[in-house]
T-cell receptor, first 113, second 111 residues
Framework: NAGVTQTPKFQVLKTGQSMTLQCAQD?????MYWYRQDPGMGLRLIYY???????DKGEVPNGYNVSRLNKREFSLRLESAAPSQTSVYFC????????????FGPGTRLTVT | SQQGEEDPQALSIQEGENATMNCSYK?????LQWYRQNSGRGLVHLIL?????REKHSGRLRVTLDTSKKSSSLLITASRAADTASYFC???????????FGQGTRLTINP
């Protein structure tokens, strides 16, 4: 089992460009999450999907959109990147109910110039 | 805003010593979890303690929870160089689908 995978690992964008971060999990989890982590900080929730077909905003959703493509995949889109979105992005998943432990991907390091 | 506040922000100890990290939070919780993050990597779940539990052990890890004080501590005994990492507490509010993370404690184990 690969667990949670994320692509790409690194990305550099210019201000105004768009991109989609991909996440997939092979653990048959219902809940999936997108976080961002800024230097010296904990994780902040951007969006989450409690189950296939549903998405909800987290703490810092502005400037992002998400798609729960199917049970395995949850993508994060930046429509018009800004320097403030320079961060490391983590995808995570958890079992039904979302109260248990979360399993994290390795992260995508994004720089917006 | 982040619910968990961790203390200390950084901790440096000698190999073999015990390391204690503390976490405080603000609202009622369903459970509290601790995660480890090695430099440049994703987070790894260490332990989950439910609101009706007071103490939990896993190998060299011991977690306590005091819901009356809204605080938790993580004790790592007999530390090793491989324990060098950042440690985060995260809380699950009652009825909430999501975790709220603290800012973390950076632990350095000196050989």
């Amino acid at each position: 089992n690969a667990g949670v995978t994320q692509t790409p690992k690194f990305q550099v964008l210019k201000t105004g460009q768009s991109m989609t971060l991909q996440c997939a999990q092979d653990m048959n989890h219902n809940s999936m999450y997108w976080y961002r982590q800024d230097p010296g900080m904990g994780l902040r929730l951007i969006y989450y999907s409690a189950s296939e077909g549903t998405t909800d905003k987290g703490e810092v959703p502005n400037g992002y959109n998400v798609s729960r493509l199917n049970k395995r995949e949850f993508s994060l889109r930046l429509e018009s990147a800004a320097p403030s979105q320079t961060s490391v992005y983590f995808c995570a998943s958890s079992e039904a109910g979302g109260f248990g432990e979360q399993y994290f991907g390795p992260g995508t390091r994004l720089t917006v110039t | 805003s982040q619910q968990g506040e961790e203390d200390p922000q950084a901790l440096s100890i000698q190999e073999g010593e015990n390391a204690t990290m503390n976490c405080s939070y603000k609202t009622s919780i369903n459970n509290l979890q601790w995660y480890r993050q090695n430099s440049g990597r994703g987070l790894v779940h260490l332990i989950l303690i439910r609101s009706n539990e007071r103490e939990k052990h896993s190998g060299r890890l011991r977690v306590t929870l005091d819901t009356s004080k809204k605080s938790s501590s993580l004790l790592i005994t007999a530390s090793r160089a491989a324990d060098t990492a950042s440690y985060f507490c995260a809380t699950h509010g009652e009825g909430a689908q999501k975790l709220v993370f603290g800012q973390g404690t950076r632990l350095t184990i000196n050989p």
